[in-house]
Protein backbone atom coordinates (compact mmCIF):
# COMPACT_ATOMS: atom_id res chain seq x y z
CA UNK A 1 0.00 0.00 0.00
CA UNK A 2 1.24 3.75 -0.49
CA UNK A 3 0.04 6.54 1.23
CA UNK A 4 0.64 10.14 -0.73
CA UNK A 5 1.57 12.29 2.35
CA UNK A 6 2.14 15.29 -0.05
CA UNK A 7 5.86 16.63 -1.10
CA UNK A 8 7.66 14.22 1.41
CA UNK A 9 5.72 11.67 0.13
CA UNK A 10 5.24 8.45 -1.28
CA UNK A 11 4.84 6.97 1.52
CA UNK A 12 5.10 2.87 1.40
CA UNK A 13 3.96 -0.34 3.90
CA UNK A 14 7.61 -2.19 4.61
CA UNK A 15 7.18 -5.35 5.97
CA UNK A 16 4.70 -4.91 8.72
CA UNK A 17 6.19 -1.87 10.07
CA UNK A 18 5.55 1.71 9.92
CA UNK A 19 5.35 3.56 6.29
CA UNK A 20 8.92 4.27 5.01
CA UNK A 21 9.55 7.10 2.57
CA UNK A 22 10.02 5.42 -1.14
CA UNK A 23 13.66 6.07 -0.82
CA UNK A 24 13.86 4.06 2.41
CA UNK A 25 12.32 0.93 1.22
CA UNK A 26 15.77 -0.65 -0.10
CA UNK A 27 17.56 0.61 3.34
CA UNK A 28 18.80 -2.52 5.24
CA UNK A 29 16.79 -3.64 8.50
CA UNK A 30 18.98 -3.79 11.38
CA UNK A 31 18.82 -6.51 13.85
CA UNK A 32 19.35 -6.24 17.45
CA UNK A 33 21.48 -8.67 18.29
CA UNK A 34 23.56 -8.56 14.80
CA UNK A 35 26.65 -7.14 14.31
CA UNK A 36 26.30 -2.97 14.01
CA UNK A 37 28.82 -1.28 11.45
CA UNK A 38 30.48 2.19 12.82
CA UNK A 39 27.93 3.97 9.79
CA UNK A 40 25.20 3.50 7.66
CA UNK A 41 21.68 3.84 7.85
CA UNK A 42 19.12 1.50 8.73
CA UNK A 43 15.16 0.57 9.42
CA UNK A 44 14.64 -0.01 12.98
CA UNK A 45 12.28 -3.59 14.02
CA UNK A 46 10.10 -0.66 15.88
CA UNK A 47 9.52 0.88 12.36
CA UNK A 48 12.18 3.70 12.70
CA UNK A 49 15.30 4.94 10.66
CA UNK A 50 18.60 4.71 12.42
CA UNK A 51 21.77 6.65 10.79
CA UNK A 52 25.15 5.98 12.03
CA UNK A 53 28.35 8.30 11.62
CA UNK A 54 31.19 10.62 12.84
CA UNK A 55 30.28 13.08 14.66
CA UNK A 56 30.92 16.62 13.05
CA UNK A 57 32.55 18.55 16.18
CA UNK A 58 33.67 15.98 18.15
CA UNK A 59 36.13 13.68 16.33
CA UNK A 60 35.85 10.78 19.40
CA UNK A 61 32.39 10.30 19.25
CA UNK A 62 29.61 8.97 16.85
CA UNK A 63 26.07 10.48 16.09
CA UNK A 64 23.34 8.26 16.53
CA UNK A 65 19.88 9.90 15.08
CA UNK A 66 16.77 7.74 15.31
CA UNK A 67 13.49 9.14 13.38
CA UNK A 68 10.44 7.89 13.73
CA UNK A 69 8.78 10.47 11.60
CA UNK A 70 4.99 8.74 10.30
CA UNK A 71 4.75 6.63 13.66
CA UNK A 72 3.79 8.80 16.57
CA UNK A 73 3.38 5.52 18.82
CA UNK A 74 6.92 5.94 19.45
CA UNK A 75 6.58 9.30 20.86
CA UNK A 76 5.31 8.50 24.18
CA UNK A 77 6.45 10.43 27.44
CA UNK A 78 7.82 6.87 28.55
CA UNK A 79 10.58 6.43 25.50
CA UNK A 80 11.16 10.01 25.53
CA UNK A 81 12.17 9.57 28.98
CA UNK A 82 14.33 6.35 28.62
CA UNK A 83 16.28 8.17 25.51
CA UNK A 84 17.07 11.16 27.38
CA UNK A 85 18.62 8.79 30.64
CA UNK A 86 20.11 6.76 27.68
CA UNK A 87 21.86 9.97 26.53
CA UNK A 88 22.74 11.41 29.88
CA UNK A 89 24.01 7.98 30.72
CA UNK A 90 27.10 7.60 27.78
CA UNK A 91 27.58 12.00 28.56
CA UNK A 92 28.86 10.75 31.92
CA UNK A 93 32.07 8.99 29.91
CA UNK A 94 32.51 12.03 27.90
CA UNK A 95 32.86 13.94 31.29
CA UNK A 96 35.69 11.62 32.69
CA UNK A 97 37.36 11.77 29.18
CA UNK A 98 37.22 15.22 29.72
CA UNK A 99 35.16 16.22 26.97
CA UNK A 100 32.18 18.48 27.53
CA UNK A 101 28.71 18.92 25.89
CA UNK A 102 25.54 18.89 26.29
CA UNK A 103 23.80 15.22 25.42
CA UNK A 104 23.03 15.12 21.95
CA UNK A 105 19.44 14.64 22.01
CA UNK A 106 16.45 15.46 21.52
CA UNK A 107 12.89 14.53 22.25
CA UNK A 108 10.18 13.61 19.74
CA UNK A 109 10.06 11.92 16.09
CA UNK A 110 14.19 13.02 15.84
CA UNK A 111 15.95 11.53 18.46
CA UNK A 112 20.08 12.09 18.35
CA UNK A 113 22.85 10.57 20.40
CA UNK A 114 26.34 11.46 20.65
CA UNK A 115 28.48 8.13 21.85
CA UNK A 116 32.03 8.37 22.70
CA UNK A 117 33.84 5.51 20.48
CA UNK A 118 35.05 2.80 22.94
CA UNK A 119 33.54 3.89 25.46
CA UNK A 120 29.76 1.79 25.46
CA UNK A 121 30.63 -0.68 22.53
CA UNK A 122 28.01 0.76 19.98
CA UNK A 123 26.69 -3.18 19.56
CA UNK A 124 25.31 -2.48 23.07
CA UNK A 125 24.34 1.46 23.40
CA UNK A 126 22.33 0.28 19.81
CA UNK A 127 20.93 -2.85 21.20
CA UNK A 128 19.40 -0.25 24.44
CA UNK A 129 18.32 1.91 22.04
CA UNK A 130 16.27 -1.00 19.74
CA UNK A 131 14.91 -2.37 22.81
CA UNK A 132 13.45 0.98 24.00
CA UNK A 133 12.39 1.52 20.80
CA UNK A 134 10.26 -2.18 21.13
CA UNK A 135 8.88 -1.12 24.60
CA UNK A 136 11.95 -2.96 26.56
CA UNK A 137 13.86 -0.64 29.05
CA UNK A 138 15.42 -3.36 30.76
CA UNK A 139 19.23 -2.82 28.36
CA UNK A 140 18.79 1.03 28.61
CA UNK A 141 18.20 0.73 32.11
CA UNK A 142 21.37 -1.41 32.65
CA UNK A 143 23.16 1.31 30.49
CA UNK A 144 22.77 4.03 32.91
CA UNK A 145 22.90 1.83 36.34
CA UNK A 146 26.61 0.92 35.01
CA UNK A 147 27.08 4.70 34.24
CA UNK A 148 25.91 6.07 37.72
CA UNK A 149 27.75 3.15 39.53
CA UNK A 150 30.88 5.00 37.63
CA UNK A 151 30.10 8.27 37.66
CA UNK A 152 27.12 8.91 39.93
CA UNK A 153 23.45 9.71 39.77
CA UNK A 154 22.86 10.51 36.35
CA UNK A 155 19.84 13.22 35.56
CA UNK A 156 16.44 12.35 35.32
CA UNK A 157 14.64 13.60 32.29
CA UNK A 158 12.46 16.18 33.71
CA UNK A 159 15.65 17.80 35.25
CA UNK A 160 17.24 20.29 33.63
CA UNK A 161 21.07 20.37 33.29
CA UNK A 162 22.84 23.76 35.09
CA UNK A 163 23.16 25.05 31.29
CA UNK A 164 19.58 24.76 31.05
CA UNK A 165 19.25 26.69 34.35
CA UNK A 166 21.45 29.20 33.53
CA UNK A 167 19.35 30.02 29.95
CA UNK A 168 16.30 29.65 31.84
CA UNK A 169 17.14 32.36 34.65
Request: glycine content about 10%; proline content about 8%.
Amino acid sequence: MTEDRGAAGPYIEYDGLPVLHGSEVKLPLIHPYAPVPASGRYVTPGGGRLTIRKAEKNAAHLRLTLDHLGCPAQCTEEKDAAFRRLALAVEGYCVAAGCRHRPAFSDGVLRCFEVRTAAVPLAVFVRAVLAVELGDLGPADRLVEEAEARFGPVRRAQEPDAEDQAEAG
